[in-house]
């Protein structure tokens, strides 16, 4: 019998995979990439894209459940945009902006 997480997981793939990929494997890992203390706390939401100066600029838009955490996000926001280029191979990620949770 597999665990429910492996089921949940092939279903956010499947509806992600085709509009952001990278999306889909940021939230599947998210647990991996940020750790348990943000990752009970938090929840990846969408991949914006904007260009400064000629340059794609990919933001990961994250969900957070209290300003503290917004503001830990933020003071931390260069060591997970690292963690996730690690984790991805590239540098999918540029920026993080945060959207407290009402």
Avoid: C
């Amino acid at each position: 019998m597999k665990p429910i997480i492996e089921n949940v997981n092939k279903i956010i793939y499947k509806i992600y995979k085709n509009k952001n990929p990278v999306l889909a494997e940021i939230i599947i890992n998210w647990q991996k990439i940020v750790g348990a203390k943000y990752s009970h706390n938090t929840l990846p939401l969408k991949i914006s894209t904007t260009k400064d100066k000629k340059q794609k600029i990919n933001i990961l838009m994250v969900e957070v459940n209290n300003a503290a955490t917004s503001v830990e996000i933020a003071f931390q926001q260069e060591i997970i945009i690292e963690r996730l280029a690690v984790y991805m191979g590239y540098k999918a990620i540029n920026k993080i902006r945060t959207i407290v949770k009402i």
